[in-house]
């Protein structure tokens, strides 16, 4: 199985993103969801999921700050930035960070794919 | 509002000074030597009160020229007219402006009409000018009482021909000339002066004994002629006249036309050498204050020279700022302290006393040029020296707009800035609520099936909520929009706010998701609002509210009737706003400081939206703190008072119950 938490302070994008993974399903899980940075490092090392699927703008922490914190811990972290406005600069930031991906919240019915392709399910 | 503009065009008041120098009118028989000698002194003394007059009338027409620019705001706001102009009036023969509406009554702007000519005569008195500068749009001048007066007309909007000009004539500005000081300040002791304006006198008709010389000189489209008449009797008078062309200066292309006239008597020529070195000296400053605009490079050199030059013990230039707090000071020679009196005596300057000369520019004081000379100085030497102060003035006034222009540079490029990061916010936000909507609507398309009907409405809620969400933040776009090009307009009646409060609660609370609203609202308020403004100011309160509250914290509205006003209070529980970040909240595409503030949605325009609202509808917004954390915001509407209230001992006039409420002070 592919485990994945989602962080983002929209409920609406959390369930939206929970709806599509577990749609897709074909080994697929929802790990957790988090709505800021704080909680969802705090997840993260309880629970390791395969896969963090991102959002960038949040209150406290940043996306991109949160897989800094991530990465910093465990380099081989698999990590989606899912953000609702990529701009080329954000894009090189997260490319500098080490996040796998950069994906733009209205590609959302390819996050079940870019999921198999960074964690193929065992 | 349709543009205003005043009849202004270049050269329309410019002076053509023809000098008939030697025009001799009733000249002596040249009988001997000594004869032609003291008839020749007598005539450069006419020529020279003549060249002073065309100067003078030169600084009169600048002062015009200025009045003229001013105009359109003068006529504008007669009672609050712009603050430059007093400072204008008291510089150069200009001893009063009044406004002549084109069908109220005429009244005195600044300054004082000379004495037996009142504010209603001028209308006739100037009839005829009147009407040549409304059909020209130029400035005219005509005659008034015993004083010249130029007519400056205003229009509404730009005009191209007679026929619209006497249409949109909205009034005239009139700039009375102190006739008296104008002939009086350049006509010598023993001198008989007689102005004519268009061939008609203004000054009592003089029979006199002597050599003549006359200048006409053009104000307003209308010649000015002076005959000046100097007694042959006196004895041979020395003339010196000095008349210096001090250059062009810097970006304004100030033209200074400094004319210093040496009429003393008995002057040696040593003593008029020194005249024309020191007025060489000024002229050399304006060069020198070109050279850079960095002042603390050029002002020392300027301070050295004149200092040098004047025999000074000390000088000193001291710049002062526009509400005349001190901003720099550049000296030579010992420091002085404590203020020294402005110089005012007309006979100069004693040796070792300390003086200051204002430095005057688009009527304001910029600073003073504070000095003490070692020997006495003369009236010349002080009229070189402010000259001097003059070309300072200008040259630091320049500098002055040289630095305010970069600033405003600066400033642009900081707006540049914020609407960049305004439009990565602005695309952010909308995107998030199309994202949802179109996910929840394609789930909903593709899997109908397979969904729960209890699914299948909370895919639809989540659809409507979002679809709320993104009307608020096109509203505030369009808000935005018309705020950017001042078009954002309310229009208030009397209202039951509590219920209006109640009603737009009740219809946003979907829109804030686990946060409920608490309400407390005073049911006898009666507030003069526009209801949109209302909806658009609590959509925005309240949204923010709920995006800065933890999560499930409740957001509060309360309405409670104020002393004047209504008062009504947005609550949440979240981080708060910074003390300092308090007044800038308003600001557009302002959103604080703190990382919570920068990573939180929102585009920095729905704040400066409601202030707006509020503040058209007669109201205010404030920020409070609460303890232990969160935020108030507190925004007061005026109150409907019942019309009896307003009118007070007066009978109510008839139909009075129908009129709608005056509106209160805010």
Same mark, same amino acid.
């Given at each position: 199985m592919t485990r994945a938490l989602i962080v983002d302070d929209e409920e609406d994008m959390r369930f939206l993103v929970r709806t599509v993974i577990e749609a897709a399903n074909n080994g697929l899980e929802v790990a957790g969801e988090a709505a800021d940075g704080d909680a969802a490092i705090a997840y993260w090392r309880a629970e390791r999921p395969e896969v963090v699927v991102l959002d960038h703008r949040m209150p406290g922490l940043s996306g991109l700050e949160v897989a800094e914190r991530i990465l910093a811990e465990s380099p081989e972290q698999r990590i989606i930035l899912f953000s609702a406005y990529l701009d080329p600069e954000t894009t090189a930031e997260a490319t500098r960070v080490g996040v796998d991906l950069c994906l733009a919240k209205s590609d959302y019915s390819r996050l079940p794919e870019a999921l198999w392709r960074l964690a193929p399910p065992a | 509002m349709a543009t205003r503009s005043a009849g202004l065009t270049g050269g329309a008041i410019a002076v053509a000074a023809v000098l008939t120098a030697g025009g001799a009118i009733g000249a002596r028989a040249a009988g001997s030597a000594a004869d032609n000698a003291r008839e020749n002194g007598a005539r450069r003394a006419a020529t020279a009160t003549t060249r002073a007059f065309a100067a003078s009338v030169e600084g009169v027409r600048r002062t015009v020229d200025s009045v003229a620019l001013l105009a359109p705001r003068i006529a504008a706001s007669p009672t609050a007219p712009p603050a430059q102009l007093p400072g204008l009036l008291s510089e150069r023969g200009v001893r009063a402006v009044a406004v002549l509406s084109a069908t109220g009554h005429p009244a005195v702007v600044a300054g004082v009409l000379p004495e037996g000519l009142a504010a209603a005569a001028l209308r006739a008195d100037l009839a005829a000018a009147l009407d040549v500068a409304r059909d020209t749009g130029d400035p005219h001048a005509g005659v008034a009482g015993r004083d010249i007066a130029v007519v400056i007309p205003v229009y509404d909007g730009m005009v191209a021909s007679t026929e619209a000009r006497r249409t949109a004539l909205t009034s005239w500005v009139v700039a009375v000339v102190d006739v008296k000081s104008l002939v009086g300040g350049a006509t010598a002791d023993g001198e008989t002066a007689v102005l004519s304006v268009g061939g008609i006198p203004v000054t009592p008709a003089a029979k006199a004994d002597g050599t003549s010389a006359d200048v006409t000189v053009d104000l307003g489209g209308q010649p000015l002629q002076l005959v000046v008449t100097a007694p042959v009797e006196g004895g041979a008078r020395a003339i010196a006249v000095v008349i210096l062309l001090l250059g062009i200066l810097g970006a304004a292309g100030a033209l200074l036309v400094g004319a210093i006239a040496e009429r003393a008597l008995r002057r040696s020529r040593a003593t008029t050498d020194a005249l024309e070195r020191e007025t060489r000296t000024v002229a050399e400053i304006g060069p020198l204050l070109q050279q850079s605009l960095d002042l603390a490079e050029v002002l020392p050199a300027v301070a050295v020279r004149l200092s040098d030059e004047f025999q000074l013990e000390s000088f000193a230039v001291e710049l002062v700022g526009e509400h005349g707090e001190p901003v720099d000071v550049f000296s030579v020679g010992r420091r002085s302290v404590g203020d020294a009196e402005v110089f005012i005596a007309p006979e100069g300057i004693p040796a070792g006393v300390e003086v200051a000369l204002p430095l005057l520019r688009a009527g304001r004081t910029i600073g003073r040029l504070r000095l003490a000379p070692r020997d006495h100085l003369s009236t010349i030497q002080v009229d070189a020296l402010r000259g001097a102060a003059d070309l300072i003035a200008v040259a630091t006034y320049n500098v002055e707009l040289y630095e305010r222009e970069q600033a405003t540079v600066r400033r642009l490029q900081e707006l540049d800035t914020l609407k960049d990061a305004f439009l990565g916010t602005i695309s952010h936000e909308l995107r998030t609520p199309i994202t949802a909507i179109s996910g929840f609507t394609r789930m909903l398309n593709e899997r109908w099936d397979d969904l729960s009907e209890e699914m299948r409405r909370d895919f639809l809620r989540r659809v409507g909520r979002n679809s709320a969400s993104l009307g608020m933040l096109v509203d505030d776009l369009l808000d935005f929009a018309r705020l950017e090009r001042q078009?954002?307009?309310?229009?208030?009646?009397?209202?039951?706010? !509590?219920?209006? =409060?109640?009603?737009?609660? /009740?219809?946003? $609370?979907? @829109? &804030?998701? !686990?946060?409920? =609203?608490?309400?407390?609202? /005073?049911?006898? $308020?009666? @507030? &003069?609002? !526009?209801?949109?403004?209302?909806?658009?100011?609590?959509?925005?309160?309240?949204?923010?509210?709920?995006?800065?509250?933890?999560?499930?914290?409740?957001?509060?509205?309360?309405?409670?009737?104020?002393?004047?006003?209504?008062?009504?209070?947005?609550?949440?529980?979240?981080?708060?706003?910074?003390?300092?970040d308090r007044l800038r909240v308003f600001t557009r595409f302002y959103r604080g400081e703190s990382d919570i503030a920068r990573s939180t949605r929102g585009a920095g325009i729905g704040l400066a939206v409601v202030h707006e609202l509020v503040t058209q509808m007669g109201g205010d917004i404030a920020v409070r703190g609460r303890e232990p954390n969160g935020t108030t915001m507190v925004v007061r509407l005026p109150l409907a008072e019942p019309a009896e209230t307003v009118i007070d001992d007066l009978p109510a006039p008839r139909g009075a119950e129908d009129l709608i409420p005056a509106r209160s002070k805010p």
């Open positions: - | 078009a954002l307009q309310t229009n208030v009646t009397p209202m039951p706010l !509590d219920s209006v =409060v109640a009603g737009f609660v /009740a219809q946003v $609370v979907p @829109a &804030l998701g !686990d946060h409920p =609203v608490e309400t407390d609202l /005073a049911s006898d $308020v009666v @507030a &003069l609002v !526009d209801p949109r403004a209302i909806e658009r100011v609590l959509a925005n309160l309240l949204t923010n509210a709920a995006k800065f509250s933890p999560p499930g914290a409740p957001v509060e509205v309360a309405l409670r009737k104020g002393e004047a006003s209504a008062v009504l209070t947005v609550s949440d529980r979240g981080p708060g706003i910074a003390a300092e």
